[in-house]
């Protein structure tokens, strides 16, 4: 997790703010990114400017679909990343301070370590 400086704008990153996260390539925001419970909470929708994408309901059940909004091809890449690894964390109750790090992680093993994350204080 990194707290950039005001004057400070990296060229790629995910900004995370409480459930709900941008992710910046090539200085260019896309978001907000977004999860609710489904309405039987089994399961988890994943959200994009709060329009339904995918949905999980366990480990073995992810689905998701950004194509539709002709997003840059590693922007949904990491979207897709930090929501699985999100939603991963919530079924595994890994507090909310952990999955920042558990995001770099993932990202960092798909050669995706550019995307640094920075957090709302």
Known sequence: METL?????PSFGVFMDETQFWVMHRRKYYGPFDYQWSLDLYGIE???QREKYGECCSDE???AD???????????EVATVVSG???SCIFRCIMSQDRL???TENLKKLGLERYTISQKQ
């Open 5 to 9: 400086p005001d004057n400070v704008m």
């Open 46 to 48: 994943l959200l994009y």
């Open 61 to 63: 059940e992810f689905f």
């Open 66 to 76: 950004l194509k539709p909004y002709c997003l840059p091809a590693r922007v949904s």
């Open 85 to 87: 690894t999100v939603v």
């Open 101 to 103: 790090q558990k995001i």
